[in-house]
């Protein structure tokens, strides 16, 4: 048995004082005030304490590139991305070739975790998705839903982006309700009306990708995706907090229309922990610079932003408490994907990320085990 010590603990939507996080065997065992004798101590010196960070939406980092199809491209995301605290996460696929998204989807369905973060699935952005909305996604490769492309992959794709007034996305979103009811289905890249977005929540959307980017623009008259996303609660959205896809402003507004449906992601590419200067994303060359990413005709790439930047983000731009912010990066994507974590109770993973006040990660647990520390 082990006992992280001295940590402020963040749980339930609160900061607990005074308890150790007992924990053995890769699973939680209970928050106590009692310090068994036997325990091996982990000393936390104030620092805080919450369950290991999410990421939904995650293409690439240290070089890596989830397309690339290898299982080494994903063992290297893996072990560069807890140094974030993010302790599991979706590889997250593009809108490419057909060959070249079947080999990234059988590499994820056939990959066993080699330390580093979980690889929890896969999350399809693309290729069912609006050549108007295309964004970095290349849109000679966009193609209408097609469930033969996926069917062999659908026990591993966990979430699903895709514009919802496309041809044939009504019939294949009904279906994957009525038989794959665990995928989340996600709308994005779309160009999709006020009316055709709820009428895609009628269908099975029940969240937005990156809200406000690569889909239409809110308007008073028209209020299109976004009006639809933020006036029905029973869709979450996620956002890319990296103060270049989304004004700060917004974080408040936001939080205040979705108060308990907002996640936070990174949708970070290869140049993610990685320098500044020339890479690619979706076989497309981008220029990384001064913390974006960008295509060669400026358009935004996914970009190089790490998880605990995020919540360092919206915590400074926001009045948002600290528990409920850590809340969109553990609990709430883990409820979304329908998966057993993101909390510190009983029976839970130990996947666990001790930070300071400035959220720089001084230890990462992945089911129990050191993965990274400083």
């Known amino acids: 048995m082990k006992a992280i010590i001295n ?7 609160q900061i607990f004082n005074g308890y150790h996080l007992l924990f053995s065997n890769q699973k939680i065992i209970t928050l106590s005030r009692e310090l068994p004798i036997w325990a091996e101590v982990i000393d936390a010196k104030g620092a805080y304490l919450s369950a290991g960070f999410i990421d939904i939406h995650l293409h690439g980092s240290a070089g890596a590139d989830v397309m690339d199809g290898t299982h080494e491209a994903l063992d290297r995301i893996a072990h560069s991305i807890v ?7 979706l590889a997250t696929t593009m809108t490419m070739a057909s060959e070249l998204i079947v080999r990234a989807l059988e590499r994820i369905q056939s990959h066993q975790d080699n330390g580093g973060a979980k690889l929890l699935g896969a999350h399809l952005e693309g290729p069912f998705i609006n050549p108007i909305k295309h964004g970095a996604q290349d849109p000679q490769y966009i193609q209408s839903p097609n469930l033969k492309l ?8 966990k979430m699903i982006t895709l514009a919802p007034e496309v041809e044939g996305a009504q019939a294949f979103m009904r279906y994957l309700q009525q038989h794959y009811p665990d995928i989340l289905l996600s709308i994005g890249h779309s160009d999709a009306s ?3 977005t709820l009428a895609g929540i009628e269908a099975g959307i029940g969240h937005a990708t990156h809200l406000f980017n690569a889909m239409n623009p809110l308007h008073h008259r028209n209020p299109g995706v976004v009006g639809a996303i933020l006036a029905d609660d029973r869709v979450s959205c996620d956002l890319i907090a990296d103060g270049v896809h989304l004004h700060p402003s917004f974080f408040n507004l936001i939080h205040k229309l979705k108060p308990q449906q907002l996640i936070l992601i990174t949708d970070a590419m290869r140049a993610g922990c990685m320098q500044c200067g020339l890479y690619d994303l979706g076989g497309q060359q981008v220029e990384v610079k001064s913390g974006e990413a960008r295509l060669m005709d400026g358009t935004l790439a996914g970009s190089v932003l790490k998880l605990n930047e995020a919540l360092r983000n919206v915590y400074c731009h926001s009045d948002i408490e600290l528990p409920e912010l850590i809340d969109m990066v553990t609990r709430r994507p883990a409820q979304r994907l329908g998966i057993k974590m993101g909390e510190l109770k009983e029976g839970y993973p130990a996947d666990l990320v001790l930070f300071d006040e400035n959220f720089n990660i001084i230890k990462s647990f992945v089911d129990g085990v050191l993965r990274y520390y400083t």
């Open 7 to 13: 940590a402020k603990i963040i749980t339930d939507g």
């Open 83 to 89: 140094q974030t605290g993010t302790t599991a996460y």
């Open 150 to 157: 996926i069917a062999p992959y659908l026990d591993t794709i």
């Open 194 to 196: 006020f009316d055709e």
